[in-house]
């Protein structure tokens, strides 16, 4: 054979054999398992994680505002001494009942 005819014979089979690798490996590449179940599964973990970021910004947020407060509002440090901590001040009198 002549180079010319391998040519000829490369152009004219080449595209077909192209088609048939196309027409045959693209359903094969779509529903394998790496495939579109993956493709599924990675936009559900997408979803979750962004619904957690957004979770995390709000309270964020929250502590934000809390630390305001609490730079900002002398009554707010006063009401968590008292509730956790358990301070009184000096003039205060407590009791303490035996249950």
Do not use: C, H, W, Y
């Not at 089979?13 to 690798?21: D, E, G, N």
């Not at 599924?40 to 947020?61: H, K, M, S, T």
């Amino acid at each position: 054979m002549s180079v010319r005819r391998i040519a000829q014979f490369l152009e004219r089979t080449l595209p077909i054999a192209v088609l048939i690798v196309a027409v045959v490996g693209a359903p094969i590449m779509i529903f394998s398992p790496q495939g579109l179940p993956r493709l599924r599964e990675l936009e559900r973990e997408l979803a979750d994680v962004e619904e957690e970021n957004a979770e995390l910004g709000r309270q964020i947020e929250a502590l934000r505002g809390k630390v305001a407060r609490l730079r900002d509002d002398p009554t707010a440090v006063e009401r968590i001494a008292r509730d956790n901590l358990g301070f009184v001040r000096q003039s205060e009198v407590v009791f303490q009942f035996s249950r």
